[in-house]
């Protein structure tokens, strides 16, 4: 699919957000999603009015940077409370193929829509949409399932519920990436759900838990091959991770200008050297979330769909 011998760009400055109807707590992912908490005290109303307006200030604060984010509406019926997670059943890739991505939720499912992709078609080139659904319900959950290494064409992956390895080994070849896949494992021995909660790499800089994986040719392979590729490893406690630390994302603004993006949480539970290994690379760029983050079980690079198809 990819001319193996094009350089493909790590970061982009274009990013599709999905404004949230009714954010809420799903009770179709919470089994496999340890993230996921209720807010007792709040009424789901005021749960939907306080993630518009953590997602409108997030938005805000890209914009002002001068990256480019296109926002669309959620529908209000049916009712989605994980619609603000785009990056899930949507990828946009630099040749211009789409990706389309079965989820686990029933629910989930119905965030996908053909009509936001006939919508950015009028800004970006798409050549074609592939639908990964199969017929055996593979369940791969895009950029959640994989962090995505574009520029040395990697595909990390930790394997779970949510992330069939039949599925990613036809995905990583249709797009002739290799793929380093792992298990890994949360402080309680559980599973965890998806790749984007333990690590983020960017362009010469890699964040990871490596701590959740427990088997030690696994780590050393994750670890090896982060370094043969030229990252910065900045690596994360347990603690960290489940504050979202892992849950970043590196993008650039139109002057080419890198950023790190990550939630209000995930920043306060960096320590100083750790700040000083990611500002070697990017800005940091941090937003309140943390009704999304609580009932939603996702922080802000759940929130961005990255749009590498070439502008029109």
Not at 170 to 194: P, Q, W
Request: hydrophobic share 40%; charged share 25%.
């Amino acid at each position: 699919m990819f001319v193996k011998m094009h350089k493909l760009r790590q970061t982009t400055d274009s990013l599709l957000m999905i404004r949230p109807a009714r954010c809420g707590f799903n009770e179709q992912t919470a089994a496999s999603n340890a993230f996921q908490r209720r807010i007792g005290e709040l009424s789901d109303a005021e749960i939907w009015a306080k993630a518009r307006e953590e997602f409108d200030r997030l938005v805000e604060l890209l914009r002002a940077n001068e990256i480019n984010v296109i926002v669309i509406e959620d529908t209000p019926e049916p009712v989605k409370p994980d619609a603000v997670f785009p990056n899930n059943w949507i990828s946009f890739h630099h040749d211009g193929t789409v990706f389309l991505y079965p989820m686990m939720s029933p629910i989930r499912n119905t965030e996908r829509r053909a009509d936001i992709v006939e919508n950015l078609k009028q800004h970006f080139q798409i050549r074609e949409t592939i639908d990964l659904r199969t017929d055996e319900n593979q369940i791969l959950e895009g950029t959640g399932s994989m962090v995505l290494d574009h520029a040395n064409r990697i595909v990390y992956a930790c394997l779970s519920p949510r992330t069939n390895k039949d599925l990613l080994e036809k995905f990583a070849a249709m797009i002739n990436y290799s793929l380093v896949s792992f298990v890994c494992l949360d402080a309680n021995g559980a599973e965890i759900y998806h790749t984007n909660v333990i690590m983020c790499v960017g362009e010469k800089l890699a964040v990871v838990c490596l701590d959740t994986i427990k088997n030690s040719a696994e780590r050393n392979l994750v670890e090896e091959s982060l370094r043969e590729t030229n990252h910065e490893i900045v690596e994360i406690s347990f603690e960290q991770m489940n504050d979202f630390a892992g849950n970043m994302l590196e993008v650039r603004n139109r002057q080419g200008k890198s950023f790190l993006l990550m939630s209000e949480a995930a920043h306060k539970s960096l320590n100083e050297s750790q700040i000083e290994q990611i500002e070697k690379h990017a800005e940091i760029l941090s937003s309140d979330i943390e009704t999304i983050e609580a009932v939603g079980g996702g922080s802000v690079r759940c929130m961005l769909a990255e749009i590498f198809c070439e502008k029109s």
